[in-house]
Structure formats: C-alpha cells, structure tokens
C-alpha cells in the first residue's frame, strides 16, 4: 500500500490506506493508518486529524490520539494505531471505512506529555469512556518498552522511567471496556469501573483514585483523560493530596493545528486571569492546577 503525501504551510496533510478497521468493543473500533513517516515521529500524547468519510461530507476532520505505533519484526514502525468509538456522524462514517480505502490525515499534532515525571516512581492513568486511548504508548514508553519519536530525545530514549504503572479505568458498562489486554501485556496494572456495575468496581474511577490516595498511594504523576466533570474531579483529587496531575483535554477542533480557534480552554495565566488558549497547539496536555475547570464545566 502506498501513501501519497501533500504539505501545506502548517502541518503534512497525507492520504493514507487503511491497513485494517476491526471491532475491538461495543460501538469501538480500531483503524490501522499505512504512515510510516508519521509512525516514526509521533510522541504519546500527541494526537492527529482524520476527515473520516469519502468525499467531503463530513468535511471537517476528527482528532485522534495515538494510540500505538505499529513496527515490522525489525522494531521499525510502519503504520499507526487508533483507537475509536462510534458517537456520532465522523466516527460512524470511519468506522464504515475498510482495508484499503483512502483517508485524508494530517498530524503528528499537539505537545504531547512533555517531559517524564522527576523524580521517577510509580504513575496512574486515570481514563473515562475512551479515554485511555492516549495511555498505551505512553505506558510502554515510560516502563522502557518502546521509544517514540525520531530525535532521540531524552524523553524518547528507551529507558525505563517509571518502576510502576497502573490504569484506572472507568466505562459506563463491562461490553465498552477496549484494549485492556494491551494494557496489561505492556506491563500495567489494570483496575476497572463501571457505572453499572458490570465489571470491577461498581461506581466511578474518580472512587478508585481516591481510595488510593486516601490508602497512602503517592505517585509521582496521576495523567488523566476523559469527560470535563471526570477531570476536574480527578483535578480536585489530586489538589487534596499535593500529587501532580496533567490532563489531556477532548474539546472539539476544526483544524488541529492553531488557525480556527474552536478548541479554546480556560486556562489560568501566571497572574491569576484566565485566558482562553487553544487546546490543540498549546495542549492537549495541561498540567490539572493551569485549567479554570469551574469556567470549563460551566461552559458544557
Ligand atoms: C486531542 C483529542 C484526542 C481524541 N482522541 C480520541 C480517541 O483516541 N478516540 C476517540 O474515540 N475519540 C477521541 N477524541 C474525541 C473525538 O474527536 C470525537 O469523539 C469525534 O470528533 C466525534 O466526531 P463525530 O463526528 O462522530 O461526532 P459528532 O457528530 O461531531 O458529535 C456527536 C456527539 O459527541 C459530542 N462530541 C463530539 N466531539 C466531542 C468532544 N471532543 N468532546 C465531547 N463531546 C464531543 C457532540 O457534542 C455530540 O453530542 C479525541 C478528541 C481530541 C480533541
Ligand atoms: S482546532 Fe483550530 S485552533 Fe485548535
């Protein structure tokens, strides 16, 4: 399969073939992308745009976090992975699309996680509905499992970053849970929820965290993403027990790399004011104590 890639002034726009769009979950699916430029330079945390049908219609794109980059047996990444659920007219026409149809992707996109936390020590990831998408690669990536990225930074490096890893996962029901197998082969410890009661805990992740943190647990850096009233829950947690918290934020985008302002995020400046900042060049990724989550939960 071949790529054939345009660049505009901002970002790489490429048309890529579909390697493989399967049903890993209830309404969830995930699409393979034949990107070997984009597997080789893409970072946890990062996200790309996906105009998802045929033609024009939906017109805009979609983002997407990385969810893994796929390699060939000589560890070289050839093609990335997606994670998605169906939600509305842009997922379900992606998840319509099979191997070997074209789509429109430009990317990679965002700041990603940013430097590993120091000191080194255990992380959670707190995720809700599907927000664990973004957790894998930077599971493997800090447990010194794989590397990401072509400049062989420090943050890169294959080395291992943090001794242990655990996911708080939090669905409405069992038959949503995606990708917790992956999860768990990369090295994670995995507990879940659901709202109702299917599977693991019967309640919300935001319960689990607490516990934790109310048992004693401190670790190094909580990363959450998920819905607005999950993160600021998870924010305020955090707050209570002096414990770093960054959160990767799913507001909705036009463009993905800063010219439209639809992404815009409350954030607060050094000062004190709050300043309306866009989500996909100055995040996805903002550390939990910068977002005014009374002016974001008012605003949804
Ligand atoms: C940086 C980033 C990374 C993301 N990564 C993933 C991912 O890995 N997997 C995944 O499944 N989704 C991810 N999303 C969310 C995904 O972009 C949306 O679900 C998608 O755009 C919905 O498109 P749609 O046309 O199907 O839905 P629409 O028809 O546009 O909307 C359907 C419903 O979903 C709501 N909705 C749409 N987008 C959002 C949003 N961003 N936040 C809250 N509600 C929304 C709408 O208000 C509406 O009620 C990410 C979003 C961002 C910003
Ligand atoms: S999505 Fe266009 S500025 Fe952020």
Redesign the pocket.
């Known amino acids: 399969m071949t790529s054939g890639n345009v660049t505009n002034d901002c970002v790489s726009h490429r048309t890529v073939a579909v390697i493989e769009n399967a049903s890993i979950a209830r309404d969830t699916y995930r699409v393979r992308l034949d990107d070997p430029a984009m597997a080789r330079g893409i970072l946890p945390g990062q996200f790309l745009m996906i105009r998802p049908g045929e033609g024009s219609d939906p017109l805009l794109g979609r ?1 997407f976090a990385l969810y893994d980059v796929a390699r060939d047996s000589s560890g070289t990444p050839f093609a990335i992975d997606v994670v998605y659920q169906v939600v509305g007219r842009g997922t379900a026409a992606l998840a319509r699309r099979r191997t070997g149809d074209y789509l429109n992707i430009w990317g990679p996109l965002g700041n990603g996680f940013g430097p590993p936390p120091d000191p080194q020590g255990p992380v959670v990831f707190v995720a809700g509905g599907i927000g664990q998408t973004p957790f894998l690669a930077l599971a493997r990536n800090w447990l010194g499992r794989s590397s990401y990225g072509s400049d062989r930074s420090q943050q890169n490096k294959q080395i291992k970053i943090c001794d242990r890893a655990t996911l708080l996962y939090g669905v409405r029901s069992a038959d949503l849970l995606a990708g917790v197998a992956d999860f768990e082969d990369a090295g994670v410890e995995v507990e879940i929820a659901t709202d109702d009661g299917t599977a693991g805990h019967h309640g919300f992740t935001t319960d689990l965290l607490e516990r934790r943190l109310a048992g004693g647990e401190r670790p190094v850096r909580v990363v959450a993403c998920g819905p607005p009233a999950m993160l600021a829950k998870v924010a305020r947690i955090t707050l209570n027990y002096n414990v770093s918290c960054h959160v990767s934020l799913e ?14 995020a409350p954030i607060v400046q050094p000062g004190g004011s709050i300043d309306l900042r ?4 100055e995040g996805a990724v903002f550390d939990a104590r910068a977002v005014a989550w009374d002016a974001v939960l008012g605003s949804h």
Do not use: E, K
Not at 251 to 264: E, L, P, R
């Open positions: 983002p507001n909705h985008m036009a463009c993905g790399f800063g010219v439209c302002f639809s992404c815009v866009r989500v996909c060049v």
